[in-house]
């Protein structure tokens, strides 16, 4: 099975920060990611499907890039809603199934 | 909108059988648009799919569950179901239904905390 490893496993940030996390794939898994943002006691929300389109209602500072094994999610200028803990998750179109990657927490500097 | 609810025992005793359900409304899981998961998540981990149910009732697990592991819709009640055998205190967590759009998940249910113990 790909194994999704993201980077870094803790972020600390402040207001209007560029932020970035990565997500690197074990083998070459085209552009089958998602991207998630979960708060605490919430459940995850879709920010990015297919490696770069934005989910509607999602606001437009949060993007996604890359495909095959290296997937970024960039928030252009951080706000206060936005600390919380993202995922990404990779779909496996051979064996169908999905996998994610064990979270990123963005907290405050 | 599409609005997903899971419910089912909230404690559940080691070695017994872990079953919820999800029920959905604002869509339908007759739909061949969509397949329906369950995803789990430890008390202060990470997000684990355990696999998907299809319209038709085919289904897809995850390799580390499938042993124990059962997904059914019920297309009358616009429900789909988990079953979760043998649970020790390792399968303790909130458990999540979500629907799939493609390759992502776009709609969740808020999660329910199922509790292994004695």
């Known amino acids: 099975d790909i194994q999704m490893t993201q980077s870094p496993s803790t972020l600390s940030a402040s207001v209007g920060d560029r932020v970035t996390i990565t997500c690197r794939a074990s083998q070459s898994s085209g552009n089958w990611l998602a991207w998630y943002q979960q708060k605490p006691g919430k459940a995850p929300i879709l920010l990015i499907y297919k490696a770069s389109n934005l989910e509607m209602g999602i606001p437009p500072r949060f993007s996604g890039s890359g495909s095959g094994t290296e997937f970024t999610l960039t928030i252009s200028s951080l706000q206060p809603d936005d600390f919380a803990t993202y995922y990404c998750q990779h779909y496996n179109i051979y064996s169908e199934s999905y996998t994610f990657g064990q979270g990123t927490k963005v907290e405050m500097k | 909108q599409v609005h997903l609810q899971e419910s089912g025992p909230g404690l559940v005793r080691p070695s017994e059988t872990l079953s919820l359900t999800c029920t959905v409304s604002g869509g339908s899981v007759s739909s061949n648009t969509h397949r329906w998961s369950w995803i789990r998540q430890p008390p202060g981990k990470g997000l684990e799919w355990i696999g998907y149910?299809?319209?038709?009732?085919?289904?897809k697990y995850d390799a580390s569950l499938k042993s124990r592991v059962t997904m059914s819709v019920d297309t009358s009640k616009n429900q789909f179901s988990l079953r979760v055998t043998s649970v020790t205190a390792t399968d303790t967590a909130v458990y999540y239904c979500?629907?799939?759009?493609?390759?992502?998940?776009?709609?969740w249910g808020q999660g329910t905390l199922v509790t292994v113990s004695s």
């Open positions: 979500a629907r799939h759009y493609g390759s992502s998940l776009d709609f």
């Open positions: 149910v299809s319209h038709s009732g085919s289904t």
